[in-house]
Each structure stands twice: as structure tokens, then as C-alpha cells.
């Protein structure tokens, strides 16, 4: 697998939420033989005892289960050790969601059929805002709570933590909540991770305006998840296979920022290096 990442033409790479524990002794020799380097893990990796496919929100940070919470929090701590031990610099996290009847993929049909400037479009996205806002105090408590703890044991390993923004409507922080949470996180370890296609998506949807949310989280921006996305809702794709503006990005694209490439597994080698190329040719080098 990190061969194959190599042999691409990349010196780094993430190792993501869907690496099983038999993979483990493999990576290790990887890195430790020098053949790749690792930037960023993205929580929970290793995957829990018994969990065989990708589950970033199996544990949510969020929950009003004590017990989920403290799985949360003690299978977090081993992937700071992971990313310790492999020699990361951050370690991205979802911080959950809040309790509520689902609405992104009602919104994403809607959207899909061209409804999106219809009345009832407009209606379900105020239900949905009402309702999150009135659910959310407890669960971001709770996660902040976590996050806290956290934070201390990333600072004592020399790592980053990168709260993602999310591409559901009911998951948190929300988007107009991410400048307060630096707010409560001044020291810098805790930091923003910007995915290009849950930004884009939230976008499609009508919740943010992409290239200005990023704008206002700049200061505390850490890295990137970098894909594209075909309207209203297939992420993962190549840059340049999709919608977004990725040139009204690059103001806030600087060198020292991680840009993690974030393809589906139907995506080919040769449209990797295809959406690599298109990327650099609006980005540059950064």
C-alpha cells in the first residue's frame, strides 16, 4: 500500500481511518526502512479490536453515553501514540454530532433534483438549522470536554490536533461555531482542517460560501483534505473532475500548510496524477 503511494511521486502520507491492526507491523517497517514518511493520522487509527472496516465516528465525542465517550477519548490516545511512534505532525478528529433525525442526504436529493431554490428546500434548511441549534449545547460540551483532555496529551507528543469541518449538517462544530472554538483553544495545538469537498458540499447545499469560510478560519488553518466534488454530493474525486474553484482557494494555501490528497478507491492511478498536475497548475508548489 505505501509502496504504491510512493511510486506515485509522494514522499508522505496520511494514514487514514480504515487501517486495520494487521496492517501495523507492515507500516512500521515501512517508515522505520525509510520508504515513505507519514504527515497526519486520521482518528481512530488504528481501528479498534474488532473493527475491520473504515469508522471514523464509530465512538463519538459527542454522546451522551459516558462509556461511548471514554472509548472515545481511550482509543484517541492510541492513535496519538500511532502518530507518535510513525512520526506525524497532526492527527485530524470528528468531533461528533448531535442527536437529531437525519437531514443531508434529504437535502442532497432535493439538490440533486434541482430543487434547491425551491420553498421546501428552503423550509426543511431552516427545520434543519432550528433544530441542531437547539440540540447542540450538550453535545459540544461534551466534545470540547474531550478535546480539552486531549489537547494536553497532542502537546506532550509534539502533535497537532486538526478539528475537520464536515460535510453533514448535523455534525459539529457547525460551520458559524468553528471561531469560537479557537476561542477556547488558544495554545495552538489545537487546530483547523480544511476539507475542500465537505466545504464544497456545504456550499451545494446553501450553508456556507466555500472560499469565504476558509478565509475566516485561515489564521488557525492547519492542512487540507484535498477533492473534488461532482454536484450536488460525490466527494472523493480528482481535482478538476469536479465544481469547485479551487484558484479562489489558493490566498489562503500557504507552504508550510499539509495538503493531504483524499481519493476514492474507484479514482486510478493515472487520474491521481492527472488531478496531482491539474492542482499544481492553479496552487503551484505550495
Known amino acids: 500500500?505505501?509502496?504504491?503511494?510512493?511510486?506515485?511521486?509522494?514522499?508522505?502520507?496520511?494514514?487514514?481511518?480504515?487501517?486495520?491492526?494487521?496492517?501495523?507491523?507492515?507500516?512500521?517497517?515501512?517508515?522505520?526502512?525509510?520508504?515513505?514518511?507519514?504527515?497526519?493520522?486520521?482518528?481512530?487509527?488504528?481501528?479498534?479490536?474488532?473493527?475491520?472496516?473504515?469508522?471514523?465516528?464509530?465512538?463519538?465525542f459527542t454522546s451522551t453515553d459516558d462509556r461511548e465517550r471514554d472509548k472515545a477519548f481511550r482509543q484517541t490516545i492510541q492513535t496519538l501514540d500511532f502518530a507518535a511512534r510513525v512520526k506525524a505532525r497532526l492527527v485530524v478528529l470528528h468531533l461528533g454530532s448531535v442527536d437529531m433525525k437525519e437531514y443531508t442526504e434529504r437535502l442532497l436529493m432535493l439538490a440533486?433534483?434541482?430543487?434547491?431554490?425551491?420553498?421546501?428546500?428552503?423550509?426543511?434548511?431552516?427545520?434543519?438549522?432550528t433544530r441542531r441549534e437547539a440540540k447542540k449545547e450538550k453535545h459540544a460540551e461534551f466534545a470540547y470536554a474531550i478535546l480539552r483532555r486531549l489537547e494536553e496529551e497532542a502537546r506532550r507528543r509534539g502533535l497537532l490536533l486538526g478539528v475537520e469541518n464536515r460535510e453533514a449538517v448535523e455534525e459539529i462544530p457547525f460551520e458559524s461555531d468553528f471561531q469560537f472554538l479557537f476561542f477556547d483553544f488558544p495554545a495552538?495545538?489545537?487546530?483547523?482542517?480544511?476539507?475542500?469537498?465537505?466545504a464544497q458540499i456545504k456550499e451545494n447545499l446553501g450553508f456556507i460560501q466555500h472560499a469565504m469560510h476558509l478565509e475566516s478560519l485561515a489564521g488557525e488553518l492547519a492542512?487540507?483534505?484535498?477533492?473534488?466534488?461532482?454536484f450536488p454530493g460525490r466527494d472523493h474525486r480528482p481535482p478538476g473532475a469536479g465544481t469547485i474553484d479551487f484558484a479562489a482557494l489558493k490566498p489562503f494555501v500557504q507552504p508550510d500548510h499539509l495538503k493531504v490528497l483524499e481519493m476514492s478507491p474507484t479514482v486510478t492511478a493515472e487520474a491521481v496524477q492527472a488531478g496531482v498536475a491539474h492542482l499544481k497548475s492553479i496552487w503551484g508548489d505550495v
Open 112 to 129: 440533486e433534483a434541482g430543487q434547491r431554490d425551491t420553498p421546501k428546500y428552503r423550509k426543511l434548511c431552516a427545520e434543519a438549522e
Open 188 to 198: 495552538g495545538t489545537v487546530k483547523y482542517w480544511h476539507d475542500t469537498g465537505h
Open 1 to 60: 500500500m505505501l509502496r504504491e503511494i510512493r511510486d506515485l511521486g509522494f514522499d508522505y502520507a496520511e494514514l487514514s481511518h480504515g487501517i486495520r491492526l494487521s496492517l501495523v507491523p507492515g507500516i512500521l517497517d515501512a517508515v522505520n526502512a525509510g520508504e515513505i514518511k507519514i504527515s497526519t493520522l486520521h482518528n481512530f487509527c488504528p481501528l479498534p479490536v474488532g473493527v475491520t472496516q473504515a469508522a471514523p465516528n464509530i465512538y463519538r
Open 223 to 230: 492542512g487540507f483534505h484535498v477533492h473534488d466534488v461532482e
